[in-house]
């Protein structure tokens, strides 16, 4: 469904650029998600919002920042890419914390950094 | 925090076999848990979910169970399909704690042929 898309699909950059990945939901869900996916390590939280201007760390956050300014986007920034975190990345979003608000992925962003 | 152990990591089934998927996790507080399916190249997709008041519960040819004084979980595929071969991760969270986040296995690769 088109509830939550990411962009771009694929990006490749250099060690030490800066990236942000892009996460737009038209649910008007409260929380959103970053993970990354990576090989032998299943799904990793990165960081995590429970409204607009409000954002905490998750299980991997180094090297990462986000922003909420608006309830409906949650850019995830690599400020200074580096190799190890070539992964793919999964933005995702639900209404609340109750058993009926399943978590909803975006397509994800496959990310290379050379 | 939260600490999710799944196995195998791959599973080869032929098809019209059973496949079972085993989670164990840490946290006694822990109290639903949700299985998720990703295909190759797509987004992980919730198929079936468990609470910790449920001892299993069954979708058609899936079926989750739930122990909770041993503190794992597993997930039954039954007549297994082609279109069943995927990557299956199983999540656990503490839903009466606030704004508890999802803590995942590393996923099974099911192979059905």
């Known amino acids: 469904d088109a509830g939550i898309t990411q962009s771009p699909r694929y990006k490749i950059t250099e060690t030490g650029r800066q990236v942000t990945l892009m996460c737009h939901q038209t649910w008007s869900h409260s929380y959103m998600f970053w993970y990354r996916q990576d090989l032998g390590h299943g799904l990793r939280l990165i960081y995590y919002s429970a409204a607009a201007d409000i954002t905490d760390k998750g299980e991997v956050p180094d090297g990462y920042v986000v922003s909420r300014s608006k309830t409906e986007n949650f850019p995830l920034t690599l400020e200074s890419a580096t190799r190890s975190q070539t992964s793919v990345y999964f933005c995702a979003s639900r209404g609340d914390f109750s058993y009926n608000s399943p978590l909803h992925f975006g397509n994800g962003t496959r990310l290379t950094v050379t | 925090g939260e600490n999710v152990e799944q196995h195998p990591s791959t599973l080869s089934v032929q098809e019209g076999d059973s496949a079972v998927i085993k989670c164990t996790y840490s946290d006694s507080a822990s109290n639903y848990f949700p299985w998720y399916k990703q295909e190759l190249g797509k987004r992980p997709q919730l198929i079936i979910d468990i609470r910790s008041n449920v001892g299993e519960k069954k979708d058609q040819r899936i079926a989750v169970t739930l122990n909770k004084t041993a503190k794992h979980f597993s997930l039954h595929i039954t007549e297994t399909q082609p279109e069943d071969s995927a990557v299956y991760f199983c999540?656990?969270?503490?839903?009466?704690?606030?704004?508890?986040?999802?803590?995942f296995g590393k996923g099974t690769m099911l192979l059905v042929s």
């Open positions: 999540a656990a969270s503490n839903m009466n704690s606030g704004y508890s986040t999802l803590t």
